[in-house]
Nanobody, 122 residues
């Protein structure tokens, strides 16, 4: 699978952004899609995940109720709707694919997009 993320930008706190990830050449092995973010000087961290089959989703605690992950199976697109953005949401957001269910570990995700920068000003 080849992943291409887009939709980042500079916004003020309280604003919304929607990130998109196009998963080209997806195969049956690409079971779960995840969004991760990497803040300046910090390690890449899990944000949310969704399975291509069904509607199973998972969210990191700090984004629950603010972020929504969704998908369009027909178009091989995964979205991350981010509302009520906070300065601490700033970072480079990556989409990634794994052959596993129910994982949040960076090491389980074998394919990564190039990242899209989200900057939230206070």
């Amino acid at each position: 699978v080849q992943l291409q993320a887009s939709g980042g930008g500079l916004v003020q706190a309280g604003s919304s952004l929607r990130l998109s990830c196009l998963a080209s050449a997806r195969t049956y092995r690409d079971v779960t899609m995840g969004w991760f973010r990497q803040a300046p000087g910090k390690e890449r961290a899990f944000v949310a995940a969704i399975t291509w089959r069904g509607t199973s989703t998972d969210y990191e605690e700090s984004v629950k109720g603010r972020f929504t992950i969704s998908k369009d199976n027909a178009k091989n697109l995964v979205f991350l709707q981010m509302n009520s953005l906070k300065p601490k949401d700033t970072g480079v957001y990556y989409c990634a694919s794994t052959s596993q269910y129910g994982t949040r570990w960076v090491g389980d995700f074998g394919s990564w997009g190039q990242g899209t920068l989200v900057t939230v000003s206070s």
